[in-house]
């Protein structure tokens, strides 16, 4: 029945012109014609002509079924799969349709999909519903087809006129055991009709439509032609379809059924006529949809004999020497059987043969295994040489589920014959699990052109092969994301060109980008093979089944080599580019880069190809790097390509697989770059103000600097920004050694210092152009090269920015701009002048200079300063900039700017000399301790330096950026004194206790006792207490010990109080204040006796320790008060005291005359230099100075002359006791004091006290006068009135001191042991402290020891005249008269307290009588 003609829809479009893409890019020759070849139809020649007339019966379609405007828009389906897009309105450009690039192949971006077909797409669950899509890419159309609907569309917008329609094709309604099958469809090249297609679809139970065309003429959606294919099985599925001859097809059902089908009839009209292949040589019979298999005692048996058997693939491959006949190769899991079939002759059966079992016997020859090796077949496909080319996987027990991916060519001699395996090569894709064998997820042996470029297509990746003779000497394997391939380019035509192309083009439809093209230049990799005689050899190709045998997996190494062997270095680098010039720049690149490292710990070989990559975009060497006009433009590019080196390893979770140091080289690769950016703007706004000489500082640096390296060029600035980026840091160090010498020619006259001013300006902006992005690009990226934590990965390379010159040229610069802001504010701003000119910035005070300026840091005088504004950092928009420069004059212009400039240069010295610290330190140098100081210090100054600069607020930021608490403390204070308390308590918070105790070290230096102790919070209250004991323990004299106890008493800390107040008194300087410390201490020992009950010996003890100290203040007033009366009952003074007022002159005569009246004319005659340390004691005494034990026991000893004073008072009487008892007093005072004495002290001032003891009496005298014969009482009696007799008295029996311990013998109390010490440690310097300059005391120095020692060696002498004088046997009896009165007291109070008992009890019992 003839067709019934409808009206075709009026679309006489026209055909748009492509826009014309410009790049620049740098691309292999091989390339250019790519994107020209998706736009030219192929004008494939056929051996048959067709008509235009159809004479098949057509059958109408679904009404609606028309087709669907692409160009207009519909809002895409959120709750869908979002990877599907819509095509852009506009072209790609060239550089975003490049998705990979290597040497020899490349992979493009046709097309993206229409909005109408991502729409489809995103509304089928690809879990549940197989989809089916394919290329024809001499017609420039694809579809994608589903159990109900394909839809075709043209790709190639050049080729036609309808590129923005698609066309909407239903297919054969499935029934309910095919709902989720898809049909098998093929593309049909029109006939005569250019930007036309045909479509062929037939669904699972051999329903066949045929559309002739789709787009033009009487063609259309809705006319289609239909037969069908009698299955003889009704469970048989249709697998494959295959395009044998143009408009000739064959399908292959999974069993193994083969129908032809022809799309014209003999005469060339269009009709579909179905012809079951049969195994005998007959010529057709009968009607062909009763037809059967070949085989199986029928002639219509299936290929698939065996039980589980399906055909996986069918290939067509060259002509035979019938006449328009075709060779077709059917392939299943176990067999492979051949036909020839013709359009005009019946087709041949050729032979059936076991294809698993001879690739599993030429595997087990090839890899020399002993265990049967399985083999899967996957796919088959023809070369136009005439050999076979199967895609299968080889498994062996050992192995498991790991396979072996390989390519296996046969070849025979006859067309009849059965081929043999001549050549078996392995695959680099290996996946760890068995393929499907069966369904579209099938993989794919595709042939474009018969060879020898193949392709071995998967789910997920394509391997890209190139065959010379029997072997593979290229292979590549292009890896996609989750978004799979859906379909490739169908079959080749036939007969294939006379003339290959030089390049094999794989088309395919992506789940995520639409149309690509994978291309391989096959010239290029032959041409490369052959410079090489022996490059199978080397390559370890397997060119025959005969050649030398390979390891098999689970022996360490997989099945052969490679088809391109190369070093894992190469490999990694090859990806690492791909995916940082393709990958990561294009969110729409469907293709997949990651690689793996099964290496543990760091991987030296994807080190060295980050690092070779990275640098070779830092060198400007990539051949992958475009080559632009706009040095910014390409900087940018190269910045963004080296960020992109460590983000592709990151996001590959390789980051730990990078060293420290690798991954620190990568950052500073990227750094770099940054600053090159930054430093090129800086140049083109110097270039755009044309400000004179200063405006090519850089270029003149830069051209001196490469002149210096050996390199010359016209153009050194840009030379430099595209070929020499990696020297930007020795670009500092360049500057750092020739800018000061610069500077000084330019200051002969004023011109030149007006030219040396805008030199060090322009300088500073070059220094923060390059080290200030380079510092933010590594903060901003820390966490992307794990960086940011350097404790945990100390790193022991030096980085540019730490370069020991970095650090120099930036302190070089803070300093000549400081000194710049005061040489112009000095002229023409007097405000910042004078400010400058009042700082005392840290290392600036001189310590000779006592009467130095103030500085505004003083607390004298900070808040005169405190009120002042702090100027505003920078203009805060462009205009104000322009309105800041017209208004000012060129001077106040450049002081704002410079003084702009201080605080980034002090920032960046900062953070250089940090990273330098940090480097130095774990280096182990020994530079690293005075680089610390070295920063310190600095830091400090060029902080504080800010303040009278106006930019307080920038100091601010910095000491708490760099945590410069001291600092910080002083900024509050100097700055917003009023405000102080707020911004304490904040940066308390802050920083915790660290910022207490640089605050409590600031009250302390400024002896601000009242702030220091005035605390209102529980955690300053611990914070005190900590520093307090600390300080305590760094100088146990020191002012804590004088007023922490403040704070442990606010703290209810008693026993803490009386030990400092204890401390205090001991170390207090003065006599009042001693007793006031020692009385306060001795209430919070009686404090802490009442809370806690403890008596105990260590308690006892100590309030021991405390009353004695009690008692030598006690004393000192006593002495103090005693010489005051002396002097006041022999001299006309007025009646009150007058000691004290140590400038007065009435009291240095008062101390003359208190040393006069105590002493004899012979004691300051003998010894005139212990005199002369006996006035300085009473000038101490006078003034109320608290003494040492061993001046104390001078006062005591010294003195030959102490007179009692005359009278009855009370007072008098102390007087006199001290008088009488000074000798056994200081012997006590020694005893009680010993624990606080150095072993030679107390024996020195041991031997001093009874070597002046035995001299107070008059020995001579006394032995003439007892020396003869004298009665014992008169003995008795003489010897009782000496001195020595009371002291001793006194010692024992009244202040009971132990015996022997502090008693000596006159032999062992000479002081000759003791010269050095008393003379030059004790004496010569005692009185320094106490001393002013203008004062008529002067200290007792080296000078004066032989002095003293004659004078103590004339003690000496008098003494041996003394024992001379038999002193020691008068020492002995009485030593043993004292003994024995104290015995016979002693008896006497005992026999007195037994009467007093008895009596007592005599008068109980009478009581009790009565």
């Given at each position: 029945?003839?067709?019934?003609?409808?009206?075709?829809?009026?679309?006489?479009?026209?055909?748009?012109?492509?826009?014309?893409?410009?790049?620049?890019?740098?691309?292999?020759?091989?390339?250019?014609?790519?994107?020209?070849?998706?736009?030219?139809?192929?004008?494939?020649?056929?051996?048959?002509?067709?008509?235009?007339?159809?004479?098949?019966?057509?059958?109408?379609?679904?009404?609606?079924?028309?087709?669907?405007?692409?160009?207009?828009?519909?809002?895409?389906?959120?709750?869908?799969?979002?990877?599907?897009?819509?095509?852009?309105?506009?072209?790609?450009?060239?550089?975003?349709?490049?998705?990979?690039?290597?040497?020899?192949?490349?992979?493009?971006?046709?097309?993206?999909?229409?909005?109408?077909?991502?729409?489809?797409?995103?509304?089928?669950?690809?879990?549940?519903?197989?989809?089916?899509?394919?290329?024809?890419?001499?017609?420039?159309?694809?579809?994608?087809?589903?159990?109900?609907?394909?839809?075709?569309?043209?790709?190639?917008?050049?080729?036609?006129?309808?590129?923005?329609?698609?066309?909407?094709?239903?297919?054969?309604?499935?029934?309910?055991?095919?709902?989720?099958?898809?049909?098998?469809?093929?593309?049909?090249?029109?006939?005569?009709?250019?930007s036309d297609v045909g479509v062929l679809a037939c669904s699972p139970t051999g329903q066949l439509r045929y559309w002739d065309r789709v787009a033009f003429g009487l063609g259309g959606t809705d006319r289609f032609y239909t037969a069908n294919?009698?299955?003889?099985?009704?469970?048989?599925?249709?697998?494959?379809?295959?395009?044998?001859?143009?408009?000739?097809?064959?399908?292959?059902?999974?069993?193994?059924?083969?129908?032809?089908?022809?799309?014209?009839?003999?005469?060339?009209?269009?009709?579909?006529?179905?012809?079951?292949?049969?195994?005998?040589?007959?010529?057709?019979?009968?009607?062909?949809?009763?037809?059967?298999?070949?085989?199986?005692?029928?002639?219509?048996?299936?290929?698939?004999?065996?039980?589980?058997?399906?055909?996986?693939?069918?290939?067509?491959?060259?002509?035979?020497?019938?006449?328009?006949?075709?060779?077709?190769?059917?392939?299943?899991?176990?067999?492979?059987?051949?036909?020839?079939?013709?359009?005009?002759?019946?087709?041949?059966?050729?032979?059936?043969?076991?294809?698993?079992?001879?690739?599993?016997?030429?595997?087990?020859?090839?890899?020399?295994?002993?265990?049967?090796?399985?083999?899967?077949?996957?796919?088959?496909?023809?070369?136009?040489?005439?050999?076979?080319?199967?895609?299968?996987?080889?498994?062996?027990?050992?192995?498991?589920?790991?396979?072996?991916?390989?390519?296996?060519?046969?070849?025979?001699?006859?067309?009849?014959?059965?081929?043999?395996?001549?050549?078996?090569?392995?695959?680099?894709?290996?996946?760890?699990?068995?393929?499907?064998?069966?369904?579209?997820?099938?993989?794919?042996?595709?042939?474009?052109?018969?060879?020898?470029?193949?392709?071995?297509?998967?789910?997920?990746?394509?391997?890209?092969?190139?065959?010379?003779?029997?072997?593979?000497?290229?292979?590549?394997?292009?890896?996609?994301?989750?978004e799979g391939i859906l379909g490739t380019s169908s079959a080749p035509q036939f007969p294939y060109a006379s003339q290959s192309t030089s390049e094999s083009s794989l088309f395919l439809t992506c789940a995520g980008a639409g149309v690509l093209?994978?291309?391989?230049?096959?010239?290029?990799?032959?041409?490369?093979?052959?410079?090489?005689?022996?490059?199978?050899?080397?390559?370890?190709?397997?060119?025959?089944?005969?050649?030398?045998?390979?390891?098999?997996?689970?022996?360490?190494?997989?099945?052969?080599?490679?088809?391109?062997?190369?070093?894992?270095?190469?490999?990694?680098?090859?990806?690492?580019?791909?995916?940082?010039?393709?990958?990561?720049?294009?969110?729409?690149?469907?293709?997949?880069?990651?690689?793996?490292?099964?290496?543990?710990?760091?991987?030296?070989?994807?080190?060295?190809?980050?690092?070779?990559?990275?640098?070779?975009?830092?060198?400007?060497?990539?051949?992958?790097?475009?080559?632009?006009?706009?040095?910014?433009?390409?900087?940018?590019?190269?910045?963004?390509?080296?960020?992109?080196?460590?983000?592709?390893?990151?996001?590959?979770?390789?980051?730990?697989?990078?060293?420290?140091?690798?991954?620190?080289?990568?950052?500073?690769?990227?750094?770099?770059?940054?600053?090159?950016?930054?430093?090129?703007?800086?140049?083109?706004?110097?270039?755009?103000?044309?400000?004179?000489?200063?405006?090519?500082?850089?270029?003149?640096?830069?051209?001196?600097?490469?002149?210096?390296?050996?390199?010359?060029?016209?153009?050194?600035?840009?030379?430099?920004?595209?070929?020499?980026?990696?020297?930007?840091?020795?670009?500092?160090?360049?500057?750092?050694?020739?800018?000061?010498?610069?500077?000084?020619?330019?200051?002969?006259?004023?011109?030149?210092?007006?030219?040396?001013?805008?030199?060090?300006?322009?300088?500073?902006?070059?220094?923060?152009?390059?080290?200030?992005?380079?510092?933010?690009?590594?903060?901003?990226?820390?966490?992307?090269?794990?960086?940011?934590?350097?404790?945990?990965?100390?790193?022991?390379?030096?980085?540019?920015?730490?370069?020991?010159?970095?650090?120099?040229?930036?302190?070089?610069?803070?300093?000549?701009?400081?000194?710049?802001?005061?040489?112009?504010?000095?002229?023409?701003?007097?405000?910042?002048?004078?400010?400058?000119?009042?700082?005392?910035?840290?290392?600036?005070?001189?310590?000779?200079?006592?009467?130095?300026?103030?500085?505004?840091?003083?607390?004298?005088?900070?808040?005169?300063?405190?009120?002042?504004?702090?100027?505003?950092?920078?203009?805060?928009?462009?205009?104000?900039?322009?309105?800041?420069?017209?208004?000012?004059?060129?001077?106040?212009?450049?002081?704002?700017?410079?003084?702009?400039?201080?605080?980034?240069?002090?920032?960046?010295?900062?953070?250089?000399?940090?990273?330098?610290?940090?480097?130095?330190?774990?280096?182990?140098?020994?530079?690293?301790?005075?680089?610390?100081?070295?920063?310190?210090?600095?830091?400090?100054?060029?902080?504080?330096?800010?303040?009278?600069?106006?930019?307080?607020?920038?100091?601010?930021?910095?000491?708490?950026?760099?945590?410069?608490?001291?600092?910080?403390?002083?900024?509050?204070?100097?700055?917003?004194?009023?405000?102080?308390?707020?911004?304490?308590?904040?940066?308390?918070?802050?920083?915790?206790?660290?910022?207490?105790?640089?605050?409590?070290?600031?009250?302390?230096?400024?002896?601000?006792?009242?702030?220091?102790?005035?605390?209102?919070?529980?955690?300053?209250?611990?914070?005190?207490?900590?520093?307090?004991?600390?300080?305590?323990?760094?100088?146990?004299?020191?002012?804590?010990?004088?007023?922490?106890?403040?704070?442990?008493?606010?703290?209810?800390?008693?026993?803490?109080?009386?030990?400092?107040?204890?401390?205090?008194?001991?170390?207090?300087?003065?006599?009042?204040?001693?007793?006031?410390?020692?009385?306060?201490?001795?209430?919070?020992?009686?404090?802490?006796?009442?809370?806690?009950?403890?008596?105990?010996?260590?308690?006892?003890?100590?309030?021991?320790?405390?009353?004695?100290?009690?008692?030598?203040?006690?004393?000192?007033?006593?002495?103090?008060?005693?010489?005051?009366?002396?002097?006041?009952?022999?001299?006309?003074?007025?009646?009150?005291?007058?000691?004290?007022?140590?400038?007065?002159?009435?009291?240095?005569?008062?101390?003359?005359?208190?040393?006069?009246?105590?002493?004899?004319?012979?004691?300051?005659?003998?010894?005139?230099?212990?005199?002369?340390?006996?006035?300085?004691?009473?000038?101490?005494?006078?003034?109320?100075?608290?003494?040492?034990?061993?001046?104390?026991?001078?006062?005591?000893?010294?003195?030959?002359?102490?007179?009692?004073?005359?009278?009855?008072?009370?007072?008098?009487?102390?007087?006199?006791?001290?008088?009488?008892?000074?000798?056994?007093?200081?012997?006590?005072?020694?005893?009680?004091?010993?624990?606080?004495?150095?072993?030679?002290?107390?024996?020195?001032?041991?031997?001093?006290?009874?070597?002046?003891?035995?001299?107070?009496?008059?020995?001579?005298?006394?032995?003439?006068?007892?020396?003869?014969?004298?009665?014992?009482?008169?003995?008795?009696?003489?010897?009782?009135?000496?001195?020595?007799?009371?002291?001793?008295?006194?010692?024992?029996?009244?202040?009971?001191?132990?015996?022997?311990?502090?008693?000596?013998?006159?032999?062992?109390?000479?002081?000759?042991?003791?010269?050095?010490?008393?003379?030059?440690?004790?004496?010569?310097?005692?009185?320094?402290?106490?001393?002013?300059?203008?004062?008529?005391?002067?200290?007792?120095?080296?000078?004066?020891?032989?002095?003293?020692?004659?004078?103590?060696?004339?003690?000496?002498?008098?003494?041996?005249?003394?024992?001379?004088?038999?002193?020691?046997?008068?020492?002995?009896?009485?030593?043993?008269?004292?003994?024995?009165?104290?015995?016979?007291?002693?008896?006497?109070?005992?026999?007195?307290?037994?009467?007093?008992?008895?009596?007592?009890?005599?008068?109980?019992?009478?009581?009790?009588?009565?």
């Open positions: 029945m003839p067709p019934t003609d409808q009206a075709a829809d009026s679309l006489a479009a026209q055909t748009l012109p492509r826009k014309k893409q410009v790049t620049e890019a740098k691309r292999p020759v091989w390339l250019a014609p790519f994107a020209q070849q998706a736009l030219q139809p192929n004008d494939t020649s056929n051996e048959h002509t067709t008509n235009s007339a159809s004479q098949a019966a057509l059958s109408e379609s679904e009404a609606g079924l028309s087709a669907v405007d692409a160009s207009k828009g519909f809002a895409s389906n959120a709750s869908k799969v979002d990877f599907l897009r819509a095509s852009d309105p506009e072209p790609q450009p060239e550089a975003d349709r490049v998705l990979l690039r290597g040497d020899k192949h490349a992979v493009f971006s046709i097309a993206s999909f229409p909005e109408a077909v991502g729409r489809q797409l995103g509304s089928v669950d690809f879990g549940s519903v197989p989809i089916r899509s394919g290329v024809n890419s001499a017609g420039g159309f694809a579809f994608v087809a589903t159990p109900t609907s394909c839809l075709v569309w043209p790709y190639d917008s050049a080729s036609s006129a309808m590129t923005s329609r698609v066309y909407r094709l239903a297919m054969p309604d499935p029934d309910d055991t095919t709902v989720f099958e898809t049909p098998l469809v093929a593309l049909v090249s029109a006939e005569n009709v250019q294919l009698d299955m003889p099985d009704a469970s048989d599925r249709c697998e494959r379809i295959i395009e044998v001859f143009s408009g000739l097809f064959v399908v292959a059902t999974a069993k193994g059924y083969l129908f032809q089908v022809l799309l014209q009839d003999s005469q060339g009209a269009t009709e579909l006529n179905v012809h079951c292949l049969s195994k005998g040589a007959g010529s057709r019979t009968g009607m062909l949809s009763r037809m059967s298999s070949l085989l199986g005692g029928s002639q219509f048996a299936p290929v698939a004999t065996d039980a589980g058997d399906v055909v996986v693939g069918i290939a067509g491959g060259e002509r035979t020497e019938i006449r328009h006949s075709r060779e077709l190769f059917v392939l299943t899991r176990q067999r492979l059987a051949k036909w020839v079939v013709s359009q005009s002759q019946p087709e041949k059966f050729m032979f059936s043969m076991d294809i698993v079992q001879t690739l599993s016997a030429a595997a087990a020859q090839r890899f020399d295994v002993d265990v049967d090796v399985e083999v899967d077949v996957y796919d088959i496909a023809a070369m136009r040489s005439g050999d076979i080319c199967i895609l299968a996987g080889l498994y062996t027990p050992q192995t498991g589920k790991r396979v072996q991916l390989v390519v296996g060519m046969l070849r025979g001699n006859r067309v009849s014959v059965e081929p043999e395996v001549v050549g078996l090569w392995p695959l680099k894709y290996a996946p760890d699990f068995r393929l499907c064998q069966t369904g579209h997820s099938q993989p794919q042996l595709v042939l474009p052109e018969g060879g020898p470029g193949m392709f071995a297509v998967f789910p997920k990746a394509i391997v890209g092969v190139v065959v010379s003779g029997t072997s593979a000497v290229f292979e590549e394997v292009v890896s996609f994301r989750d093209q994978v291309c391989i230049d096959k010239d290029k990799v032959l041409a490369s093979c052959a410079h090489s005689a022996n490059a199978e050899d080397q390559d370890g190709e397997f060119i025959s089944i005969e050649t030398s045998a390979a390891s098999w997996p689970g022996s360490g190494t997989r099945v052969g080599k490679a088809s391109v062997t190369s070093s894992p270095e190469r490999e990694y680098q090859t990806q690492i580019e791909q995916a940082v010039f393709f990958g990561l720049d294009n969110a729409h690149n469907p293709l997949s880069f990651a690689i793996t490292s099964h290496v543990t710990g760091v991987d030296s070989a994807l080190e060295t190809a980050v690092l070779r990559v990275s640098q070779s975009i830092l060198d400007n060497t990539s051949h992958f790097i475009v080559d632009r006009l706009d040095i910014g433009a390409h900087l940018n590019e190269r910045l963004r390509h080296a960020r992109a080196v460590m983000q592709f390893i990151s996001e590959g979770g390789l980051t730990p697989k990078l060293s420290h140091e690798t991954r620190a080289h990568l950052c500073a690769h990227a750094e770099k770059l940054a600053a090159a950016v930054a430093l090129w703007e800086y140049q083109n706004s110097v270039w755009a103000q044309k400000n004179g000489a200063a405006s090519q500082l850089l270029a003149n640096l830069i051209a001196s600097f490469l002149e210096s390296a050996g390199l010359q060029t016209s153009d050194p600035l840009r030379t430099f920004f595209r070929q020499h980026v990696a020297a930007i840091g020795d670009v500092l160090v360049f500057m750092s050694r020739n800018l000061a010498a610069l500077r000084r020619a330019l200051d002969d006259n004023e011109s030149g210092r007006r030219d040396s001013q805008l030199i060090s300006y322009e300088a500073n902006r070059i220094i923060i152009s390059i080290l200030q992005p380079a510092f933010m690009f590594r903060f901003q990226n820390a966490a992307l090269y794990a960086i940011g934590d350097l404790s945990d990965s100390p790193s022991t390379c030096e980085r540019w920015t730490e370069h020991s010159a970095v650090v120099d040229l930036l302190m070089q610069r803070l300093e000549a701009s400081y000194s710049l802001c005061r040489e112009i504010s000095g002229q023409h701003c007097a405000s910042i002048y004078e400010r400058i000119s009042k700082s005392v910035l840290p290392n600036d005070e001189d310590p000779s200079d006592l009467n130095r300026s103030l500085s505004i840091f003083d607390d004298a005088i900070s808040i005169s300063h405190a009120s002042l504004p702090d100027a505003t950092e920078a203009p805060s928009s462009e205009e104000a900039k322009m309105r800041l420069k017209l208004d000012a004059s060129p001077s106040l212009t450049l002081l704002r700017e410079t003084i702009d400039q201080m605080g980034p240069l002090a920032n960046l010295f900062f953070r250089a000399s940090v990273d330098r610290i940090s480097l130095l330190e774990n280096t182990g140098l020994s530079e690293a301790h005075a680089l610390v100081c070295r920063y310190e210090a600095a830091r400090s100054r060029y902080i504080m330096c800010l303040v009278p600069l106006a930019r307080a607020s920038v100091a601010f930021r910095l000491a708490v950026e760099y945590r410069d608490l001291a600092s910080l403390v002083m900024l509050v204070f100097a700055t917003d004194s009023e405000n102080a308390a707020m911004h304490l308590r904040a940066y308390t918070e802050r920083f915790g206790r660290d910022f207490a105790d640089v605050l409590f070290a600031y009250y302390e230096k400024r002896q601000a006792w009242a702030s220091l102790l005035y605390t209102q919070d529980a955690d300053f209250d611990s914070w005190l207490k900590r520093y307090v004991d600390s300080r305590m323990v760094e100088n146990p004299h020191g002012p804590m010990a004088q007023i922490g106890w403040i704070h442990d008493v606010k703290m209810n800390d008693f026993g803490a109080a009386a030990a400092k107040l204890a401390r205090a008194g001991r170390d207090s300087l003065e006599v009042d204040q001693a007793r006031t410390m020692l009385s306060l201490s001795k209430l919070a020992f009686i404090a802490v006796e009442a809370e806690n009950a403890v008596n105990d010996d260590t308690t006892q003890e100590a309030h021991s320790r405390l009353e004695d100290a009690l008692e030598m203040c006690q004393i000192q007033e006593s002495l103090s008060r005693y010489f005051t009366v002396i002097v006041r009952n022999n001299r006309d003074y007025a009646p009150e005291l007058v000691w004290k007022r140590r400038d007065d002159v009435s009291d240095k005569k008062a101390v003359l005359d208190a040393a006069m009246l105590t002493t004899t004319s012979n004691c300051r005659h003998d010894f005139p230099a212990l005199y002369t340390v006996f006035n300085e004691l009473l000038r101490c005494i006078w003034n109320g100075r608290m003494l040492s034990v061993e001046d104390l026991v001078d006062v005591l000893t010294f003195p030959d002359n102490m007179s009692c004073i005359e009278g009855s008072s009370d007072d008098a009487e102390q007087y006199n006791v001290l008088v009488r008892e000074r000798y056994s007093l200081a012997v006590d005072i020694l005893s009680r004091a010993s624990m606080n004495l150095s072993e030679q002290t107390r024996e020195a001032t041991l031997r001093t006290i009874w070597r002046r003891v035995f001299l107070s009496d008059d020995w001579p005298e006394i032995h003439q006068r007892i020396g003869g014969n004298v009665p014992d009482s008169e003995l008795r009696q003489e010897l009782e009135c000496t001195r020595l007799y009371n002291v001793l008295q006194s010692c024992l029996a009244t202040r009971e001191l132990a015996h022997p311990d502090w008693y000596l013998l006159p032999i062992d109390s000479f002081a000759t042991s003791d010269l050095d010490y008393l003379a030059s440690t004790r004496l010569a310097p005692r009185f320094s402290s106490d001393v002013t300059p203008d004062s008529e005391w002067k200290p007792l120095s080296a000078t004066t020891s032989p002095a003293v020692q004659k004078d103590y060696s004339a003690e000496d002498n008098y003494l041996r005249t003394a024992i001379k004088c038999n002193l020691g046997s008068y020492y002995s009896e009485i030593l043993r008269m004292v003994t024995d009165q104290i015995a016979h007291t002693t008896r006497s109070v005992h026999n007195s307290s037994d009467m007093d008992a008895q009596a007592s009890t005599e008068t109980d019992s009478m009581m009790e009588f009565d």
